[in-house]
Structures are given as structure tokens and as C-alpha cells.
């Protein structure tokens, strides 16, 4: 055994790293592979997501035996109830939905028994998901890479939420490295939510480029905006920015968002139509400084887990 943890067990995971399910970076071919090397895989479904994505992830992960579970954002959701549908009749281990303050979606995916899960940025978020009935907390600091509150830093926020629930919780935001996830398990965290680590990964769905990028970065290189949400006409909340690497348009747009003309908008689409990232986003979190080498989603589960295991053996944490 590697390490884990109570709720890995329970999961049937092999090691309690679950990757974030980021939109247009965690498909099916990441979620799989990230399952088959024992941890949760998750398939991302972000801020565009269509039933025909969520089907085409669902295809990816038909021949896998290993649990996987299926991330969704609110309101992307509420615009289409077919894709929360689609979701539960998958049965995946565990379904997140996040970004938003409607649970209608806890019962019937529990009625199913799929496990539900959503991420929270403070507590009277975790409040509001305990009250809804919502069995997995996903303690969302600060530091982490796409779109969150920019609130608390994950280990105050994880202490806070593990000192008051008695709910599993995942521990989000910051965690690249072995000693990362060795620190919010000694906290008490039920598993690590990790991100930034696995967007360079082979398997993930970005190309070549951004690999490049996301290597060349350093832990200061990250900057936490609203400006890319507005260009592009997404309707996230304003409490919910998206940390990203800093770029051309952010660093002459950010906190200028109201000035914005049709010029800006069009020249930022066709930018993420070229995938050029020196002006479309490229999100990630400030573990992403640690990151030096491209590797398969294999490589980062077994690497992590193995330094988490070998530094919370020195005090025999290991399970």
C-alpha cells in the first residue's frame, strides 16, 4: 500500500490524490489514467461545457474498472439540466458541482448513490454545503490555479473546516508536491485535490505550448483576475476570479475590466482560438513554480504519494 487515508479506503483508491476536474484540461484520457494509477480520476466539464463533451470524456472512461468521478460547475449546469442528468447516470464515484449556492442537485445524485462533493472557500460556505447534505467538502484555499474564493489560504481553511465538520475534506489549492499533500494529510485532510500538477501532465488536454509554459513559470508568476471572464462574456461571479499565469492582457487589462472595448474582446477570442497563451489564459495555481519536468499522470501520483508516504513515515502517518 502507498499510503491512505480513511475515505480513500472507503473509495476503493489506492492513494487519496484526486485530480481537479479542470475544465478543458481534465478529460477523459487524464481522469483515466490518474484512476488507473489509484487515484480519483475527475473529468472536467468548465465554463463551456456541452452534453457532447461530457459524452465524449464518458467515452474515454467506458473500459475503466477503477472509480472516477465528474466535475461540473453550477451555473453551467443550471443552464443545462442535461448535463447534471447525464452526470448521475453515469454513476461516478463522486460528482462535484461547484461555484454556486443552489444543492437542488445533492438529492437526486444521492438518491442514485453517487457520493457528492463541492468545493468551499470559507466557512459559511462549508456551512451551507453541510446543511444541504452535500457528504465531501473540498477546502479550496487561496493559492489554487482557476476560479475560487480568494478568501482563506488552504491550510487556515482547512483546519477551520476539519475543527468544525465531521465530514470528509479535500484539501485544495497550492498542492504540487509530495510534501504538499504530506502537509494537509498530517492536518487531517481526507485526500488532496491537486490541479496545477497534473495540467502539465501528458494526458492533459492542453497542447505543447502550454506545457512550456506552465514549466517555465515560477511561483510568483501567477496573478488572481476577473479580466478573462469578462473579455469572453462568461458569467462567473465577481467572488469567484481565476487565478491565471500573467500574461500581456492581463497585466494591461486586470482591474480595467470596465474599459474594455469590442477590439479587446474579439483580438482575446481569437487568441484562444489560436491558442496564443500571450494573450489567452492559461490557469494555475502557485504550487505551479515547482513544477520542472513533463511527466505522465502515473508519474505525478506515484510521486507524490511516495514523498507524502515517506515523509509522514517519519512519524509513522502512513496508514
Request: aromatic share 4%.
Amino acid at each position: 500500500m502507498m499510503i491512505s487515508t480513511d475515505w480513500s479506503a472507503r473509495m476503493g483508491l489506492t492513494v487519496p490524490i484526486v485530480n481537479a476536474p479542470m475544465g478543458g484540461v481534465a478529460g477523459g484520457a487524464l481522469a483515466a489514467a490518474v484512476s488507473r494509477a489509484g487515484g480519483l480520476g475527475m473529468l472536467g466539464l468548465g465554463s463551456s461545457a456541452s452534453l457532447s463533451q461530457l459524452e465524449t470524456g464518458l467515452h474515454e472512461l467506458s473500459e475503466l474498472k477503477s472509480p472516477f468521478g465528474i466535475g461540473l460547475v453550477d451555473w453551467v449546469a443550471a443552464a443545462e439540466p442535461r448535463l447534471l442528468d447525464a452526470a448521475i447516470a453515469a454513476r461516478p464515484a463522486l460528482l462535484s458541482v461547484g461555484f454556486g449556492d443552489d444543492f437542488s442537485w445533492v438529492a437526486p445524485a444521492r438518491d442514485a448513490g453517487v457520493t457528492t462533493a463541492t468545493q468551499v472557500g470559507d466557512l459559511a460556505a462549508a456551512q451551507r454545503a453541510v446543511d444541504a447534505g452535500v457528504d465531501v467538502l473540498i477546502a479550496r484555499g487561496a493559492e489554487g490555479g482557476g476560479h475560487g474564493a480568494p478568501l482563506v489560504g488552504t491550510l487556515p481553511l482547512l483546519t477551520s473546516v476539519l475543527d468544525r465538520y465531521s465530514v470528509p475534506v479535500l484539501a485544495a489549492g497550492g498542492i504540487s508536491s509530495g510534501r504538499g499533500v504530506a502537509a494537509v494529510l498530517a492536518a487531517g485532510a481526507a485526500g488532496a485535490w491537486v490541479g496545477t500538477a497534473f495540467s502539465a501532465c501528458l494526458e492533459a488536454s492542453v497542447s505543447p505550448a502550454v506545457r512550456t509554459q506552465l514549466l517555465a513559470a515560477r511561483d510568483t508568476d501567477t496573478v488572481t483576475t476577473r479580466v478573462f471572464d469578462v473579455a469572453q462574456g462568461y458569467p462567473w461571479p465577481a467572488t469567484l476570479p481565476e487565478r491565471v499565469l500573467r500574461n500581456a492582457f492581463s497585466d494591461t487589462w486586470d482591474g480595467r475590466e470596465a474599459e474594455l472595448t469590442d477590439a479587446e474582446r474579439d483580438a482575446l477570442a481569437a487568441a484562444v482560438a489560436a491558442e496564443d497563451h500571450r494573450l489567452a489564459p492559461i490557469n494555475a495555481g502557485q504550487g505551479v513554480g515547482v513544477l520542472d519536468t513533463v511527466e505522465s499522470a502515473a508519474e505525478v501520483v506515484a510521486r507524490l504519494g511516495a514523498e507524502a508516504k515517506r515523509l509522514l513515515g517519519r512519524w509513522g502517518e502512513t496508514g
